[in-house]
């Protein structure tokens, strides 16, 4: 009878331990959110014991947050947590990671961490020598297209995290991943409704890679070269009439008055002839209603994929109607390619928003920034 008690007494003790073990296991600390100016897209707090990352826009329709927990190798082997609360747990320090959008490179660049970097789908889309160098060293692993992501390489390459966005609900993918253990995370940054909220995301692979400091200082300076070229267009008299985009089957798409593209207009001081529309993303619109109203048109900016002169003329030779196509004053980003094919500007422009400023200023304003050379626009020629 005293071994039965000794051995019930000796159940309640090894109970009570393990629920003291499991209610402290996430010690209650005072948790700290980490202010951010201009991005919405999503939240990072921080205790003494783990970081936490909320996606709050994964996509402009999303409804979910989802919610990371990062610990590093020490944390997650003394503490236990709810797998059930967090979208994904990531181990840090990242030493293998997989991101999926070419505007993920640059942060990783600037933060010195592409190396981590060992899996990318459609490669050649990569315009950076740095990251090409690492592609053409056989470092890093062609992962076939987005929509289809070759899952097999993937599970066997094993990354500790995949960056990851989305466009609207259950990625079939990102699931099968998912469920093989390695978390994916959701990057909103072309969500924002704003530049500098885009370029403030790398923010968010500052917390990853465990560079914070270093992610704010880039930030900060990415910023205040933005706002100081801005402060420099303010100061002109003359605002030029801008055009924007071209044709697509039978529509002509430009964006809407207030989405971050019609931004920069603001911002470089021209008259950008439909500021007035609202919302983000683009106007659909026939060909007579732009004629109309942009027949003597300044500028012409970014006219879709078209790469010279010639090539716009043949698309449509209606296009030789415009002024600024007669007065051969049209400017694009699109002829700025990596030795792939990949075009600098869908890399590089969310990153560093500055730039793009000064290219659209050094065009519209010639006598502005006079040492300044454009880094990603040129002229058709």
Known sequence: MKIIKFLILLLIVSACKNETKNDNSLPQTKTKDIALKYAEGFKISQSD???TIEITKAWPEAEKTYTYLLLTKEQAAKTTYNKADYDGVIITPITKTVVTSTTH?????????????????????????????????GKVRELGKNEGINTEVLLELNPNVVVGFGVEGVNKTFEVIKKAGIP????GDWAESS????????KFFGVLFNKEKEADSIFNTIEKEYLAAKEIAEKVKTNPTVLSGAMYKDVWYLPKGSSPEAQFLKDANVNYLWSE???NGSLSLSFEAVLVKAKDADLWLSPSYY????????ANPLYANFKAFQNKSIYTFVNKKGGTGGVLYYEL???RPDLVLKDLIKIAHPELLVDYTPYFFEKLK
């Open 105 to 137: 490179i640059p942060a990783l660049e600037l933060l010195g961490v592409e190396e981590t970097l060992i899996g990318f789908p459609s490669t050649d889309y990569i315009s950076s020598e740095k990251t090409r160098k690492l592609i053409d060293e």
């Open 49 to 51: 014991h783990s970081k």
């Open 307 to 314: 790469g010279s002169l010639e090539q716009l003329e043949k």
């Open 277 to 279: 529309t609202t919302g």
């Open 184 to 187: 994916v995370i959701y990057n």
């Open 195 to 202: 530049a500098l909220a885009k370029a403030e995301w790398i």
């Open 349 to 351: 422009g969310t990153a």
